[in-house]
């Protein structure tokens, strides 16, 4: 997963951030009608946004009017270009979806969805790279570990290399 981008005290809301919200707004109006517990949710997040960033008018007044009037996910969504708030979109969503202790349908088809764009975004090659990788630098570093912890002297080296020519490994977890 992609690092958290970093914020700096006074620093304004980003482009993407924004747009995550407005997304998840969307995602409150996905059972007809915003409920108390998703506006009680949705506004404290956007108090602690403007504490945090100083939001604009303009955009309170757009956040205001998403939760009055929804919009499509498919205008907003293309509006988050870091590939982490696209990510936290999905954490955000879930935790409104489930804010009213109900997941209706409409709901956890969005999250689905958004799951799914998330996956088909993955470079699975990359990862599968990466892994690669990873699983070969921990081998090295356990077989350098296994080598400091094999004998030393001359005729306890000469047994265990005999050992493990027959196939016998003492020191095998």
Wanted: negative net charge.
């Amino acid at each position: 997963m992609t690092n958290a981008p970093r914020h700096k005290a006074g620093d304004p809301i980003s482009h993407s951030m924004f747009y995550m919200w407005r997304c998840v707004v969307v995602v409150a109006h996905a059972d007809g009608s915003v409920g108390p517990q998703e506006l009680e949710y949705l506004r404290r997040i956007f108090g602690n946004m403007d504490r945090a960033y100083g939001l604009s008018a303009e955009q309170k007044r757009l956040l205001e009017d998403d939760i009055a009037n929804p919009k499509r996910m498919g205008e907003l969504l293309p509006q988050i270009n870091d590939p982490y708030y696209r990510s936290q979109l999905i954490y955000f969503a879930g935790l409104l979806a489930h804010v009213d202790g109900h997941l209706h349908p409409n709901e956890e088809a969005i999250l689905k969805k958004l799951r799914s764009d998330q996956l088909a975004s993955l470079d699975m090659e990359q990862i599968r790279k990466d892994v690669r990788i990873a699983v070969d630098d921990e081998m090295f570093t356990h077989e350098m570990k296994m080598n400091d912890l094999r004998p030393k002297s001359f005729l306890a080296r000469s047994l265990d290399a005999l050992l493990l020519h027959m196939g016998i490994d003492l020191m095998a977890d």
